[in-house]
């Protein structure tokens, strides 16, 4: 199998539904999960690059292998539930910190998933979506109040930001990299993937650049005239 050339994890709480995001996107279907143990990767080509899903355990007593997958992560997916607003707490409190071990230009996304469940609004036939629908910012009305709202999850992203010490105008908006989503539905869930592969690639293209930029090629260093000692030349 040939190794992945990038890499994007998803983390989140126990039953934010993870598992089930990755599925929906990988498989198109919705079946029943069991609480993740450990973790599990997915490969996807996109265009001609390899890139690895790592879907990961949520519960509490798989917490330290976390940061052991988010090793040389390119991207990462903070995974909430929208009616939860524990499992957004626990993202700034408890995940964060696992992220320490992936690149220094990581993406982060926040993801508020389970949307299905409060919105009136059409959330059915996630295939369909519009560009900006559904993306953070945009005007959905709820028959049940969102308990999570869409500008707590912005302020989590630059909150993030400024932890990692990484500069606004170089890193995507807020706009883009927040996402409420529907894995049941499909709603915006090849948004969220597909979103994060356009960015990944320039990524790993630069990475590559910059790889070969240090690369010495041994053929074309010359090796020094030999010169007998005491000869003139
Ligand atoms: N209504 C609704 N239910 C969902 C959605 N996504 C997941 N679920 C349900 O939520 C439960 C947990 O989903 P999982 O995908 O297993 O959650 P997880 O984040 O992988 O959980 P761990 O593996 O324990 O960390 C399951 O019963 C899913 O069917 C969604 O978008 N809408
Ligand atoms: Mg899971």
């Given at each position: 199998?040939?190794?992945p050339?990038?890499?994007?994890v998803?983390?989140?709480?126990?039953?934010?539904?993870?598992?089930?995001?990755?599925?929906?996107?990988?498989?198109?279907?919705?079946p029943?999960?069991?609480?993740t143990?450990?973790?599990?990767?997915?490969?996807?080509?996109?265009?001609?690059?390899?890139?690895?899903?790592?879907?990961?355990?949520?519960?509490?007593?798989?917490?330290?292998?976390?940061?052991?997958?988010?090793?040389?992560?390119?991207?990462?997916?903070?995974?909430?539930?929208?009616?939860?607003?524990?499992?957004?707490?626990?993202?700034?409190?408890?995940?964060?910190?696992?992220?320490?071990?992936?690149?220094?230009?990581?993406?982060?996304?926040?993801?508020?998933?389970?949307?299905?469940?409060?919105?009136?609004?059409?959330?059915?036939?996630?295939?369909?979506?519009?560009?900006?629908?559904?993306?953070?910012?945009?005007?959905?009305?709820?028959k049940?109040?969102?308990?999570?709202?869409?500008?707590?999850?912005?302020a989590?992203?630059?909150?993030?930001?400024?932890?990692?010490?990484?500069?606004?105008?170089?890193?995507?908006?807020?706009?883009?990299?927040?996402?409420?989503?529907?894995?049941?539905?499909?709603?915006?869930?090849?948004?969220l993937?597909?979103?994060?592969?356009?960015?990944?690639?320039?990524?790993?293209?630069?990475?590559?650049?910059?790889?070969?930029?240090?690369?010495?090629?041994?053929?074309?260093?010359?090796?020094?005239?030999?010169?007998?000692?005491?000869?003139?030349?």
């Amino acid at each position: 199998m040939r190794r992945p050339d990038g890499k994007i994890v998803l983390l989140g709480d126990m039953n934010v539904g993870k598992t089930s995001l990755l599925q929906r996107y990988m498989e198109r279907r919705f079946p029943d999960t069991v609480s993740t143990v450990g973790g599990a990767f997915y490969l996807k080509q996109w265009r001609s690059f390899n890139i690895s899903i790592w879907d990961t355990a949520g519960r509490e007593q798989f917490h330290g292998l976390g940061s052991l997958y988010c090793r040389g992560a390119a991207a990462i997916i903070l995974t909430y539930d929208v009616n939860h607003p524990q499992s957004l707490f626990e993202l700034e409190d408890r995940f964060l910190g696992l992220t320490e071990t992936a690149n220094n230009d990581c993406l982060f996304a926040i993801v508020g998933n389970k949307v299905d469940l409060t919105s009136e609004r059409d959330t059915e036939g996630g295939e369909k979506e519009g560009p900006a629908s559904g993306k953070v910012g945009s005007c959905v009305s709820t028959k049940v109040p969102k308990q999570v709202q869409p500008e707590d999850a912005v302020a989590l992203y630059k909150k993030i930001l400024k932890y990692k010490m990484l500069d606004e105008r170089e890193m995507p908006a807020a706009e883009q990299m927040c996402f409420e989503t529907s894995a049941k539905t499909g709603y915006n869930v090849d948004l969220l993937f597909e979103t994060l592969f356009d960015l990944v690639v320039p990524m790993i293209m630069r990475q590559r650049a910059e790889e070969s930029d240090q690369t010495v090629d041994i053929a074309s260093c010359k090796t020094p005239k030999q010169t007998r000692p005491g000869c003139c030349a």
